[in-house]
């Protein structure tokens, strides 16, 4: 064997071990990962890279618009998704109900306001009448 056989075969045997224990998995997360951003589709629960769970909504090239809560939405990139949700990782169960359906307040009239807790007496003020006159004090 020549002098330096030993080194490039040293150095060849670290290149293969670099691509098989680091670059070849890595690649095949990637790959996984965009097969599961290409599957999305409205309805499912995921999970965000921000740790929050929600529902998608609507799905774009780049974009989904994901359902924190009721009402509640907002526009993330897919690369933001870390996978879908898990229904045993969820400790609440939500019913996702159409915005209609929320309870909404009553509204109250001035009229009615005044009838339940009377007419509000004007107050006064005790510095008004001394408001118009002129200072006469040095600025200085």
Do not use: C
């Not at 990637?30 to 529902?55: D, I, K, Y």
């Not at 007496?121 to 600025?139: G, H, I, S």
């Amino acid at each position: 064997m020549p002098p330096g056989f030993d080194f490039i075969f040293m150095i060849v045997a670290m290149i293969a071990l670099f691509y098989f224990l680091i670059i070849r998995p890595q690649r095949k997360r990637m790959m996984q990962h965009q097969e599961m951003q290409a599957q999305l589709a409205p309805g499912t629960r995921v999970l965000l890279t921000s740790g929050m769970f929600g529902t998608v909504m609507h799905v774009g090239e780049r974009q989904v618009i994901v359902e924190l809560s009721p009402g509640a939405e907002i526009t993330v990139l897919k690369g933001n998704i870390a996978r879908p949700a898990n229904p045993d990782e969820e400790e609440f169960e939500f019913e996702d109900t159409p915005q209609d359906a929320l309870p909404t307040e009553a509204v109250v009239t001035d009229e009615e306001l005044e009838q339940m807790f009377g007419a509000e007496e004007p107050t006064t003020d005790p510095y008004a009448d001394q408001a118009d006159e002129p200072r006469n004090e040095d600025p200085k």
